[in-house]
C-alpha cells in the first residue's frame, strides 16, 4: 500500500499543537512522529508533502447536510457528488447527512432511498442520521433495527412544519424512549411550529409578503420554548440524549446551558450563518434579495446579542458542534418559488465549502482558539455521531488530514472560490485570513494546488456507532 508523510507542519488537535510528521500508509494513520523522526527510523515514503508554515489538523466532520433534500415543491440543488465535491474543496473529509422517512412512507424505503442517492457518487465519506416523519409502532421498530443493525444511531424528529415533518409531544416522548432503550441520539428542530403557521398567516393577510417576515413570523421566543419542552420530554423520557440542531438564538442556548449545568445529556449545534450573517445585513436585503439567506430557524437581529452569545457558547461548550445544515438552493426557479409569498421560499443556506473557513476566520478574530476550531469542526462530531475512526490524527485512524495555510487568504463569491451547484454565494465578499491548501480523504489527496483531484465513488458509507458523550 502507498505511504504518505506530511512533514515540518504544525499538528493541531483539540488538546493543543506540536510540531511533527504524519505517516500515512493507504487509508490509515499509523504513526506521529517527532521532527526528524522519520528519516532516523529510516522512513522512505512513496510520497512527502511539505507543510512548513502550515496547520496540519483532522479533515472536518460536517454533521448536518441535506443533499438532494425535498422541500417545497423542489429539492435541494446539490447531488451527493457536487455536495461532496465542494466539502473536499472546504477541507471537508466526512459528512452526516439526513435521510428522510416522509409521511405515510416506511423508514425502511426513505434510508433505502438515500443509499441509492449516495453510493458511488460521493468523493468523502459518508454517514446518515434518520429523519423520522410519523412516530408509530412501525416507525418506532425500525429505529431500533438502524440502531443494532445499519449503523444509524441518531434520528431527527421536528418540532415545526406541520403536515410535513411535524410530531406532537406525545409522539417525541415515544420515540425518546426508544433512544433511550438503544442509547441512540435524539436530534430535534426545536421551533413551536403551530404558533408559528399562526404567525405566518397572519402576516400573509396583512400583505407582509417579503423574505425578512420569514425571521419575524418565527421569533426568538419560540426557539426558546420549544427548546425548553424537548428538554424536559427529554427528562421525562429519561435524561434520553438530546441535540438541538441549528441554533440561532441566546434564548434558546440558555436552556441548553441550564440543562448542561443540571447533568442531563442535552447537546447543541450552530452553524456559520447565525454566527455571521443577520436579518439586517442579509434578509432585508431590496427586493427578493433577501431569499437568498431564508433558512430555518431563521437569521437574527443584529441589534441583540445573538451572534456574542453564540460564540461565547462555543468557547464555553455550552455549544458543542458547528455544522452548515447545508440545504442549497439556486435563486432561479426555487427560491423564486416565494416571490409575494415568503413562506413559499425553499428553506436553506449553502456553506458546506466554506464551514471550516469560517470557523477559522474566528479563530483570526479571537472568538475562538485554534484548538476550539479543530475540536468544534472535526473532533467533537465525530466523538458526538460514534465515526470512530474520524476526528483524530492519531495511529489507528482514518487518514483524514486537512492541511491549513494560515499565511494565505481566500475570497468568497460566485465568481470567486464557490463550488457548491447555486446560482448564487450566501457568503459573497467573504474574505478568509488563511487558505484550504491539501485535502486527504482515507489516504488519498482529493484537493491540493486550488485543483480537486479526487473523484465520486471514493467516498464509503460508514456505518457509526453510539455517542461517546453520554453519562
Known amino acids: 500500500m502507498a505511504t ?92 452526516v447527512d439526513f435521510a428522510v422517512q ?68 406525545g409522539q417525541i416522548l415515544r420515540a425518546m424512549q426508544n433512544c433511550g432503550e438503544s442509547g441512540a441520539m435524539m436530534m430535534m428542530h426545536a421551533e413551536n411550529g403551530i404558533a408559528i403557521d399562526v404567525l405566518v398567516a397572519q402576516a400573509l393577510a396583512r400583505g407582509e409578503t417579503d423574505p425578512m417576515y420569514h425571521s419575524l413570523t418565527r421569533p426568538v421566543e419560540l426557539e426558546a420554548e420549544a427548546t425548553h419542552r424537548a428538554i424536559e420530554l427529554s427528562k421525562v423520557a429519561g435524561n434520553v440524549p438530546l441535540y438541538i440542531v441549528h441554533m440561532s438564538a441566546s434564548e434558546a442556548l440558555e436552556e441548553v446551558a441550564a440543562a448542561q449545568h443540571a447533568g442531563l445529556n442535552v447537546f447543541a449545534e450552530t452553524c456559520p450563518q447565525y454566527l455571521y450573517l443577520s436579518l439586517e445585513d442579509q434578509l432585508m436585503q431590496p427586493g427578493f434579495e433577501g431569499a437568498k439567506w431564508v433558512c430555518s430557524t431563521p437569521l437574527r437581529t443584529k441589534h441583540e446579542h445573538h451572534q456574542a452569545d453564540l460564540w461565547k457558547g462555543l468557547r464555553m461548550n455550552e455549544l458543542a458542534v458547528v455544522s452548515t445544515d447545508h440545504c442549497p438552493f439556486c435563486m432561479k426557479d426555487q427560491k423564486e418559488l416565494g416571490i409575494g409569498n415568503f413562506s413559499a421560499i425553499p ?22 482558539t485554534l484548538e476550539r476550531w479543530v475540536e468544534t469542526c472535526a473532533t467533537t462530531p465525530a466523538r458526538m455521531f460514534g465515526l470512530d475512526k474520524k476526528g483524530q490524527l492519531a495511529p489507528g485512524f482514518d487518514a483524514d488530514v486537512l492541511i491549513w495555510d494560515p499565511n494565505s487568504k481566500t475570497k468568497l463569491g460566485i465568481n470567486d472560490k464557490h463550488h457548491m451547484n447555486m446560482d448564487h454565494s450566501a457568503w459573497e465578499g467573504f474574505e478568509i485570513d488563511g487558505k484550504v491548501d491539501t485535502v486527504i480523504s482515507r489516504g488519498t489527496v482529493v484537493m491540493e494546488n486550488d485543483q480537486f483531484t479526487g473523484r465520486a465513488g471514493h467516498g464509503k458509507y460508514i456505518k457509526r456507532g453510539l455517542s461517546t458523550y453520554l453519562h
Open 347 to 368: 428553506n436553506g443556506i449553502g456553506s458546506i465549502e466554506h464551514r471550516m473557513e469560517l470557523l477559522y476566520q474566528g479563530v483570526v478574530n479571537g472568538e475562538i
Open 102 to 169: 416522509p409521511q405515510g412512507t416506511s423508514v425502511q424505503d426513505g434510508l433505502a432511498e438515500w443509499h441509492e442517492k449516495a453510493a458511488g457518487n460521493c468523493a468523502i465519506d459518508y454517514g446518515f442520521h434518520q429523519i423520522i416523519g410519523g412516530v408509530d409502532e412501525d416507525s418506532l421498530k425500525a429505529m431500533t433495527y438502524l440502531a443494532d443493525n445499519e449503523g444509524i444511531t441518531s434520528f431527527k424528529l421536528f418540532m415545526a412544519y406541520p403536515g410535513v415533518f411535524y410530531s406532537d409531544d
Open 4 to 95: 504518505t508523510l506530511i512533514t515540518n507542519g504544525t499538528i493541531v488537535s483539540a488538546t493543543g499543537r506540536t510540531d511533527g510528521d504524519v505517516l500515512i500508509d493507504g487509508e490509515t494513520i499509523v504513526g506521529i512522529l517527532a521532527p526528524g523522526q522519520a528519516a532516523s527510523m529510516g522512513v522512505n515514503a512513496d510520497r512527502t508533502i511539505d507543510a512548513t508554515g502550515k496547520y496540519v489538523v483532522p479533515g472536518g466532520i460536517d454533521a448536518h447536510t441535506h443533499m438532494e433534500l425535498p422541500f417545497g415543491g423542489t429539492h435541494a440543488s446539490d447531488t451527493f457528488e457536487s455536495g461532496t465535491t465542494a466539502a473536499a474543496w472546504g477541507g471537508v473529509t466526512t459528512i
